[in-house]
T-cell receptor
Framework: EAEVAQSPRYKITEKSQAVAFWCDPI?????LYWYRQILGQGPELLVQ????????DSQLPKDRFSAERLKGVDSTLKIQPAELGDSAMYLC???????????FGPGTRLTVL | GQSLEQPSEVTAVEGAIVQINCTYQ??????LSWYQQHDGGAPTFLSY????GLEETGRFSSFLSRSDSYGYLLLQELQMKDSASYFC??????????FGSGTRLQVQP
């Protein structure tokens, strides 16, 4: 069964360092999402791509976060510099036509020290 | 904007039935989804209601009343493996999901 791949699974970094997360969606899924989930809360959208175009990045802290999906397939989310408050699970998801059914990757657990 | 309210925690025993409620306020409504997330795991899709009424998928059912801005997830014949967090979610006009804060279900033997 096709799955969304993410790496790394865990990342520990010090504040002010740069970190990057990678996501490979299910083949054929045009829409890709990055969510951030703080422990005990629901996921919150950071950025949404349709193919290689950004559809919604209104909640992305653009002074330190960037995201790209250059060829409309895999995607990278970067944080520079990382802050203590960025410690969270970063989830990537993809969807096809059934927008209410999104497929999530295993996530990257980020800890900023 | 969108906001969803659901109970923070529910406890039930194996074999029982539990209902997790969700009320929502949205600027536009495109349906209500439910996701399950085990500790340390990724959210997985359970059910979707685009229209009023009940949708059944095995032991899980989901209900929607658009006039009441209310839905629920019903879990029957509870098993220990059902212990997880359950999120209701609504798609925005741009197709991303807005999630509730989640209901942690603890199933006891």
């Amino acid at each position: 069964e096709a799955e969304v791949a993410q790496s790394p699974r865990y990342k520990i970094t010090e504040k002010s360092q740069a970190v990057a997360f990678w996501c490979d969606p299910i083949s054929g899924h045009a829409t890709l999402y990055w969510y951030r989930q703080i422990l005990g809360q629901g996921p919150e959208l950071l950025v949404q791509f349709q193919d290689e175009s950004v559809v919604d990045d209104s909640q992305l802290p653009k002074d330190r976060f960037s995201a790209e999906r250059l060829k409309g397939v895999d995607s990278t989310l970067k944080i520079q510099p990382a802050e203590l408050g960025d410690s969270a699970m970063y989830l990537c998801a993809s969807s096809q036509v059934r927008v209410h059914e999104q497929f999530f990757g295993p996530g990257t657990r980020l800890t900023v020290l | 904007g969108q906001s969803l309210e659901q109970p923070s925690e529910v406890t039930a025993v194996e074999g029982a039935i539990v209902q997790i409620n969700c009320t929502y306020q949205t600027s536009g409504f495109y349906g209500l989804s439910w996701y399950q997330q085990h500790d340390g795991g990724a959210p997985t899709f359970l059910s979707y209601n685009g229209l009023d009424g009940l949708e059944e998928t095995g032991r899980f059912s989901s209900f929607l009343s658009r006039s009441d801005s209310y839905g629920y997830l019903l879990l029957q014949e509870l098993q220990m493996k059902d212990s997880a967090s359950y999120f209701c979610a609504v798609p925005t006009g741009r197709r991303a999901l807005t999630f509730g804060s989640g209901t942690r279900l603890q199933v006891q033997p």
